[in-house]
Nanobody, 121 residues
Framework: QLVESGGGLVQSGDSLCLSC???????????MGWFRQAPGKERKFVAAISWSGQTLYTDSVKGRFTISRDNAKNTVDLQMNSLKPEDTAVYYCAARSSGSVHYIPSGYAYWGQGTQVTVSS
């Protein structure tokens, strides 16, 4: 299971930290990712982290978002700074049994329910 938390309504330029707690068969040697889906649009890659800490980001969030993980707690965080209205979306945490980073949604077998992030201008 994956459970996201930390979403909310903020203003442009504000920060939010999303957290994802993994349990069950999702262990710390899984790679984890964050995706987002705006209304009427496809689910898109945001960031990913391997079991060893290698990270990957989509270009639009580089320098603003940071993905990190705590393998002891089996959690993954997404620190989002300098938020923009175009960051508004439902954010999903995902996990895959391969330890390498991956940016395609179909490569992830496990998904959370999502958490809404709304950035007002």
């Amino acid at each position: 299971q994956l459970v996201e938390s930390g979403g909310g309504l903020v203003q442009s330029g504000d920060s939010l930290c999303l957290s994802c707690a993994a349990s069950g068969r999702i262990s710390s040697n899984f790679s984890m990712g964050w995706f987002r889906q705006a209304p009427g649009k496809e689910r898109k890659f945001v960031a990913a982290i391997s079991w060893s800490g290698q990270t990957l980001y989509t270009d639009s969030v580089k320098g603003r978002f940071t993905i990190s993980r705590d393998n002891a707690k089996n959690t993954v965080d997404l620190q989002m700074n300098s938020l923009k209205p175009e960051d508004t979306a439902v954010y999903y945490c995902a996990a895959r049994s391969s330890g390498s980073v991956h940016y395609i949604p179909s490569g992830y077998a496990y998904w959370g329910q999502g958490t809404q992030v709304t950035v007002s201008s």
